[in-house]
């Protein structure tokens, strides 16, 4: 057995050195013509030497050498000098790209970077932020960085650069230190300014007053005083919350201001006119209509003091023969116009009521 295995090896030894080529694994026919060994296999894998890091150490093969060492769990290979690990270096054995200072990229604890550039940036930009003011290409200092500093009620931008870097709160804080606005001008130079209340109140309190408009050397002396004149869109409301109606006149009264009639201060109390069945050019009347042929009935807006008022009635037509009061209340009157027969009829007819 052992003469055979002798014979198989001789037999090998002289096909390698007739043919310089040796191919092991599938298609051992097929090898290419630049190859010494070729390993070819879909189920099997080519295994190099394993060691320990000391059999490795113990060792000096030619350069170019490969072994996997079993205590780093990684392939050396060895460069001429030393064996070098390619899990850690990469076959550069330390620093790679420069050895220049600001462009050397050394291993520090697996990530690759130049910490000694790297630490110059960050303590010089450290510094330039400490003194508040950024070393780049923009010379403009109100974009650099500043601090916000508020002593007493001075703002201050710390940046010497800026231009008028103090600001007084002392107007918006009020002589007590609180939020209120005191003397605080709101001077709008260009644009209207208007505020959207949001659905909320604005409201003023204190025994102070409300002024708009420009009043001089004077002092405004109501909780609302207005130099100039007024214009409402909407209505005007009396104490009671109402709108009033045309003709009447907002009034002071003892408890507030009241809509009243117009003719208020006038001894006539009523006065109109009927152009038939219809009235025309009534006041202070709240009701007036035709209860019939030649039957009018009218209700004052305001009672008259009392139903000794006097009623002045006459009709515009001479073919009647009369108009004649029969109701006369505080409320009001009702009128009958008579024909020349005594018969109803319509007619148009004027009245005006005078109470004193």
């Not at 392939?75 to 064996?83: K, L, R």
């Not at 007084?168 to 002589?175: E, H, M, N, R, T």
């Not at 709108?243 to 109109?272: C, D, I, K, Q």
Request: one cysteine or more; charged letters at 10%.
């Amino acid at each position: 057995m052992k003469v055979f295995s002798l014979f198989v090896l001789l037999c090998l030894l002289t096909l390698v050195s007739l043919n310089a080529q040796v191919k092991i694994g599938d298609n051992p026919e097929v090898i290419h013509q630049a190859s010494v060994l070729e390993l070819q296999s879909s189920d099997k894998a080519f295994v190099i030497p394993r060691m320990t890091t000391t059999q490795m150490n113990a060792i000096t093969p030619l350069e170019g050498a490969l072994v996997y060492n079993t205590n780093l769990d990684c392939v050396h290979y060895f460069n001429g000098i030393q064996w070098v690990n390619l899990c850690q270096n990469g076959g550069t054995n330390g620093t790679i790209v420069s050895t220049a200072p600001d462009n050397a990229i050394t291993n520090n604890n697996g990530a690759y970077y130049s910490d000694t550039y790297l630490q110059t940036q960050i303590t010089t930009n450290k510094s330039n932020m400490d003194n508040h003011i950024i070393s780049d290409e923009d010379k403009d200092a109100a974009n650099e960085l500043t601090d916000l500093q508020l002593n007493g009620s001075i703002i201050t931008l710390s940046n010497p650069l800026t231009s008028g870097n103090q600001i007084d709160v002392a107007p918006l804080l009020g002589s007590g230190g609180g939020s209120n606005l005191s003397n605080t001008n709101l001077t709008q130079a260009t644009e209207d300014r208007a505020y959207n209340l949001n659905s909320r109140n604005l409201n003023f309190s204190g025994a102070g007053t409300v002024a708009i408009g420009d009043f001089g050397s004077n002092t405004p002396t109501e909780k609302l005083h207005i130099a100039g004149n007024v214009r409402v869109n909407g209505h005007i409301l009396d104490s009671d919350g109402d709108t009033g109606n045309p003709s009447e006149l907002l009034s002071a009264t003892a408890t507030g201001t009241n809509w009243v009639s117009a003719n208020v201060n006038s001894p006539f109390h009523a006065f109109g006119k009927f152009n038939g069945v219809n009235p025309l050019n009534v006041q202070n009347v709240a009701f007036a209509s035709s209860f019939g042929t030649g039957i009018y009935q009218v209700e004052f807006s305001t009672s008259a003091s009392s139903n000794h008022y006097i009623i002045n009635v006459s009709v515009l037509n001479s073919s009647e023969a009369s108009i004649v009061i029969t109701s006369q209340t505080t409320s009001g009157f009702t009128v009958r116009i008579y024909d020349n027969s005594g018969a109803l009829t319509d007619s148009a007819w004027y009245f005006s009521i005078i109470d004193l």
